[in-house]
């Protein structure tokens, strides 16, 4: 069964082609396109002439704590007329809010005033307002705006080549010699001192669309109407003279004062320019494809992961091939022993046949983990495979976090079911504790982190901090439905047959020889975590990019396969481990193949580390409080499905050869 790893490898990357090259393709029939028209031609059905512009919260890299969009006192509009946002979006920390741009389909606008903000100097509270504007500038936290449900995106040269990149969000201002790349052209057009603050309070919107004269779906409007296929955004920093009559023309950027007499006034008139294009050569179905294809480093990972990839299972099958040609020498030469001289010379894994399945210690702890495993195992398993669908895309917002706990709560049957099998083939009789301690230790540890770095955040006053009533709705989940449904699978799980074991246990415990150094346990579950790391390590620098640094993450399709190729390898690298221990007469098997491919989580719990020290600029206390606390329940997760893969492919592994050697 081993070997067909090895012959499945074209077939593996074959699957990974397909599910990759449709990648750019984020709709579905349930996210309809929105036709627009001008105003003479909006009838209220087929199109409409108001595009609606929504802003979102602020968020940097220099800091874990996110905002909303009045927390900076820019312009604002009435939020009663917020859009509804689901489950996943709100313990992802986005408020979606409407904005106070308004925008009419090819109705260009030159320079027009949104609102004006006036600060006395002498007000303690414009001090609080001016100062919170430099701290967000200085951090470098960053607009995220959304139209037609597409974000709004900075599209500006990088140094690699002169290739543009286009970043979800823009910059809400800059500080002199503290991000030069924002700040350049103001330093070059108005020349000053550093640690100096500006703002930008003027954006050139370019909006780009597909045409609906030549197309089916434009018949009713024609030319005078089309489909939004971008969006960009253009930030400057101008100081207007006049707030009744701004003029856009002028370069002279706006500063925030640092020093200012008290009698003094100062103001910020925020203005916009809106610019209508049509490009007939661009798709509605393909308009993400250009904040894709810009993305860094992508070709890097498509080459650098499907080789890693390939030599992953190259090495799992090699691997697997000589643990069953060995296995099959074993197994032969065990079932030719029939006289007693022979039998009295056994050696190797034959020998602890007597207590190969006695019970471990602290049964109850390692069934409640294999149960908790088991429930993330599925939920992953099931979120992935609506990810690469494209249920789960970017265009559907919040959609990822939201599948992912409906399955996790869906599944504590599967949860109470795994326990109390894995429970009752112990021996185990304290069947009410394991099913408590099934439905509350492992989602406890993870709420009550949770918890506690949400009290951090409604301290800081940030967008991240999820409300109390949220709270009580995922308490509802967890008590309403988790809970019982763990009951019932439980249920079932202590009503069925109790495992029976291919041999019997002996009375007395078979004492274990001295072992030498890569038997021991310490080792061995050390060296269990690199292989399985190995073929994530490079996934991951995405995966963290898309969480702490505000990138988007959507091959879906390659983390399917790199998750396939863990399974895997976590598989093959505790069986291998296990046969090894089992070899040297160490029947100690339960725990150890449940920490061998667990230890994968503290590989990861290192590459974090090693993340946070040399990808992001966090300094404070705060963030870096929050950033290690989301890391702790990421890893401790991991740790949970990893370590749930080994045992269950160790188990099976055990089972089924001494299951068919034969024992006296």
């Known amino acids: 069964m081993l070997q067909t790893n090895v012959m499945g490898v074209p077939t593996l990357v074959a699957c990974a082609l397909l599910l990759l090259t449709p990648a750019k393709g984020f709709y579905l029939p349930g996210l309809a396109p929105v036709n627009y028209c001008t105003q003479a031609e909006d009838n209220g059905k087929s199109c409409k002439s108001v595009i609606p512009l929504f802003v979102n919260r602020l968020n940097t890299e220099e800091s874990v704590i996110p905002f909303e969009y009045h927390h900076f006192d820019f312009c604002v509009s009435d939020e009663t007329q917020s859009p509804v946002e689901n489950l996943g979006q709100v313990v992802f920390g986005e408020r979606i809010r409407p904005s106070p741009y308004k925008l009419n389909f090819k109705e ?67 500080q002199i010699n503290k ?50 296929i971008s969006a960009k955004v253009k930030p400057a920093s101008i100081a207007h003279t006049d707030p009744n009559k701004p003029v856009c023309s002028n370069h002279v950027p706006l500063k925030i004062p640092t020093n200012f007499s008290k009698d003094e006034t100062f103001f910020i008139t925020y203005t916009y320019s809106v610019t209508f294009n049509k490009n007939n050569t661009i798709k509605w179905s393909s308009r993400w494809d250009y904040i894709l294809e810009s993305m860094p480093q992508t070709n890097i990972q498509w080459f650098s992961i499907l080789n890693s990839l390939v030599i992953v299972l190259f090495l799992s099958g090699m691997v697997a091939m000589i643990l069953l040609r060995t296995l099959h020498k074993d197994i032969a030469r065990y079932n030719q022993m029939e006289s007693g001289e022979d039998a009295q010379e056994e050696f ?18 390692l069934a409640v983990f294999l149960g908790s495993g088991s429930q993330v195992f599925g939920m992953t ?88 009533s949220t709270l009580v709705a995922l308490l509802a989940l967890w008590f309403g439905v988790s809970v019982p449904l763990t009951f019932i699978g439980a249920y079932f799980g202590f009503r069925k047959r109790i495992l029976d074991h291919p041999v019997r246990t002996n009375q007395i415990p078979r004492q274990i020889p001295e072992q030498t150094l890569y038997t021991q346990p310490l080792p061995g579950i050390v060296m269990g975590g690199v292989l399985p790391f190995g073929c994530i390590f490079i996934q991951l620098f995405f995966i963290l990019n898309s969480l702490w640094s505000n990138q988007m993450y959507y091959m879906f399709g390659l983390l399917f396969i790199v998750f396939v190729i863990l399974v895997i390898t976590c598989s093959q690298t505790t069986i291998l481990l296990c046969y090894f221990h089992l070899c040297a007469e160490d029947y100690h098997w339960w725990w150890r193949a449940f920490l061998s491919s667990g230890s994968t989580a503290g590989y990861l719990f290192i590459y974090c580390c090693h993340y946070f020290v040399t990808k992001l600029n966090i300094t404070d206390a705060a963030s870096t409080f929050l950033y290690f606390g989301y890391t702790f329940i990421m890893v401790f997760l991991f740790f949970l499905l990893t370590g749930t893969i080994g045992f269950m492919a160790c188990f099976w592994f055990v089972r089924k050869i001494y299951s068919v050697v034969k024992v006296d």
Request: charged share 15%.
């Open 179 to 228: 991000i030069m790349d924002t700040c350049t052209p103001i330093v070059n057009a108005y020349p000053g001192p550093v640690d100096e603050y500006y703002i930008f309070n003027h954006v050139d919107l370019e909006i780009t669309y597909h045409s609906g004269g030549e197309e089916e779906w434009g018949v009713g409007f024609g030319d005078n109407g089309g489909r939004i």
């Open 381 to 468: 398993l099931v979120t992935l495979a609506f990810a690469c669908l494209g249920f789960l895309s970017p265009a559907n917002r919040g959609a990822l976090m939201t599948c992912a706990l409906v399955v996790w709560v869906l599944l504590g049957a599967a949860a109470g079911y795994v326990s109390a099998r894995i429970y009752k083939s112990f021996g185990g009789r304290r069947w009410k504790s394991n099913i408590l301690l099934t439905s509350m230790v492992c989602p406890g540890v993870v709420f009550s982190l949770f918890f506690i770095m949400n009290l951090v955040l409604w301290g800081k006053g940030s967008s991240a901090a999820v409300p109390f």
């Open 348 to 365: 190797g894994w034959k020998l602890v046949h007597g207590d190969v399945f006695r019970p471990p210690r602290r049964g109850m702890l």
């Open 108 to 174: 260009n606008v030159e320079c027009k005033a949104v609102c004006t903000k006036t600060y006395r100097l002498s007000d303690p509270e414009a001090h609080k307002k001016l100062n919170l504007l430099k701290v967000g500038a200085g951090l470098y936290y960053q607009h995220h705006w959304i139209l037609d449900n597409m974000p709004v995106t900075w599209c500006y040269l990088v140094n690699d080549g002169g290739r543009i990149y286009c970043s979800t969000g823009f910059p809400m201002g800059c």
